[in-house]
Nanobody, 116 residues
Framework: QVQLVESGGGLVQPGESLRLSCEAS????????MGWYRQAPGKQRDMVAI???????SYLDSVKGRFTISRDNAKNTVYLQMNNLTPEDTAVYYC??????????WGQGTQVTVSS
């Protein structure tokens, strides 16, 4: 059973930073990619950033240059450094793992609120 535990969300002011962490545990097949998605109220869940086992990372256009995804393979942990946050970044952020058989695993979500 795969478990993803997220941490690092919170309430910040515009222009501030947050770092999200997601630690994966359990038994899973080789990973195709790990990443972060977000969902604001009344909107669909969007990919924010993913980091692939092979190949480079991908980002949502609106976060390019502000967010950085990284991974610690030894700890099975993926991070999302979010800088210069804006109110439009407010959402629940979900960690995701997709394995080589296209099985998706999700964390419980962590709330990020950007407000003055």
């Amino acid at each position: 059973q795969v478990q993803l535990v997220e941490s690092g969300g919170g309430l910040v002011q515009p222009g501030e930073s947050l770092r999200l962490s997601c630690e994966a545990s359990g038994t899973f097949r080789p990973i195709a990619h790990m990443g972060w998605y977000r969902q604001a109220p009344g909107k669909q869940r969007d990919m924010v950033a993913i980091i692939r086992a092979i190949g480079g990372p991908s980002y949502l256009d609106s976060v390019k240059g502000r967010f950085t995804i990284s991974r610690d393979n030894a700890k099975n942990t993926v991070y999302l450094q979010m800088n210069n946050l804006t109110p439009e970044d407010t959402a629940v952020y979900y960690c995701n793992i997709r394995d080589m058989r296209a099985n998706n695993y999700w964390g419980q979500g962590t709330q990020v609120t950007v407000s003055s």
